[in-house]
Every structure is written in structure tokens, then in C-alpha cells.
């Protein structure tokens, strides 16, 4: 893929040249010692193998098949539950805003905002993300050609904000099945911003469940690998100890116990990609 900005979210550099960086995290905040006790599980990894790591979690999941679906602790609990990641372990956040008055407070605590995939188009949230200073990380709509992204790149360039990064995370095809065409991250790499490619999403079968988001995790890890080789900066995975018992997305998460297996092989992937070679 051709050159794009590189940023730094707290240590971590994305984009350019820079090493792979990973987000990962559980899909929503299910309880504060859940959310530590996996935070805890990261950092030491990431220490231990010197991973680019953003640690990833949401206070709210607004998007959610059902009325009746967890969705989180909300703004406030949230919030103060990812301040005490950042607190103990000093790891760079990102979390998901759903409504332009989140912005402000999110962007307090944490080092990224992210925008949902099916509010990518929403221009009030885009502008009050930018807004913000902070990097945001917009997630292509499931409805969006990878190059219709560039009017999204555009609400955010307009209200004076070039940290951006832009995530895959599979197209709509057909009633609940997504499909991941990884022509996206050339694509939209040509706008000039780092891509990520959001592998545990990418899985997911939309309302698949009836009143929740099934999915195929199986095929997360195969795709990853194959992001990583079309070029992709970053690679977003949700994880959880257990993912079976996980109030989100407990179909297509990576159960932690697999993470530092799969790292290793993305980030030899990444090296070979990029004429890295390692002692």
C-alpha cells in the first residue's frame, strides 16, 4: 500500500512505517473487575512481547440486535472504569462514542475515539469527534464502498482534525452475513490515513441470532493474517477469557488464551511484508 500519515497514540505509532499495532479488548465493559482483570492480561503480554497495544473497550454498545441486549455501564461508570486501565497499566484507549455530546467527555479519558460503523455518515458526531483533538478512528459503514469514505475524511479534515485512521470491518451481503473484500484497505490507505482491519467484526452475522449478532469466529484469525499481508497498519481483535460467556459478541471474539499465538503470526506476517527481519 502507498505511504500514509503516521500518528502516535500515547507510545504506540500507527501508519507509515511503523511496527503492526493492535487494539484489542472485550467488546463491551461487562463489570470493573472483568475490564481490569483483562487489562491486566494485556499489559503483561504486551510488555512481556513489546506489542503495540491499544487497549479497546466500550461503556455503551447502542447498536445491539435487541432492546433487551447489555449494552454496557454507560458514559459515566465507563469512563471511570477506563481511567483505572490508563491509571495501572499506562496503556493507550479507545473507546466508541454514540452521540456528539460523548465526544468531550470521552476524549478526557481516553486517546482515541471511535466512530460506530452504522454512524460513520452521521455528521454532527464526526464534527464533535474532531472537534475534539484527539485521533479518531472511523469505521466504514457496512452500506459504503471504501471509497465513499473520503466524504468522512472530509467532515473531519473540515472541522480541523488530520488524525485519523480508518477501519475495515466487512461489507453487507446478503440478509446477516457481512463479507470482508481487503481491496478496502488499498483503497482507502489511498486517502492517506492509516487502516486497521477489524477482524472479530468482519465475522459477525447482523441480527444472525434473531435478538443478537451471531457470527463465525472461526474465520478471524485466517483473515487477519490475510490483512496483514494486503498491508494493513493495525489489527483490531475483541478478546475475552471466556468468550462464551461474554454479554457481546461472544461468537466472534478471540478467546485470550489464543492471542499470543495469533500476535506472533501477524506480526512475522507484517515483518516479512515489510522486509523485517527479526534476531
Partial sequence: MGMTKQLRIGGVPIGGRSPLALIAGPCVIESRKGCLGLAARLAAFAEAEEVPLIFKASFDKANRSSGTSYRGPGLEAGLEILAEVKARHGLPLLTD???????????????????????????????????TGKVVNVEKAQFLAPWDMKQVVAKA?????????????????????????????????????????????????????????????????????AAVAMGCHGVFLETHVNPKRALSDRENAIPFARLPGLWRQLRAIHDLVHGRVRP
Fill in 97 to 131: 462514542i454514540h452521540l456528539p455530546e460523548q465526544a468531550a467527555p470521552a476524549a478526557a479519558v481516553v486517546d482515541v475515539l471511535q466512530i460506530p460503523a452504522f454512524l460513520c455518515r452521521q455528521t454532527d458526531l464526526v464534527v464533535a469527534a474532531a472537534e
Fill in 157 to 225: 479534515e473540515q472541522a480541523g482534525n488530520r488524525k485519523l485512521i480508518l477501519t475495515e470491518r466487512g461489507s453487507s451481503f446478503g440478509y446477516n452475513n457481512l463479507v470482508a473484500d481487503l481491496r478496502s484497505l488499498p483503497a482507502m490507505a489511498e486517502l492517506g490515513y492509516p487502516v486497521v482491519f477489524d477482524a472479530t467484526h468482519s465475522v459477525q452475522r447482523p441480527g444472525g441470532g434473531g435478538d443478537f449478532t451471531a457470527g463465525d469466529g472461526k474465520w478471524a484469525p485466517g483473515l487477519a493474517r
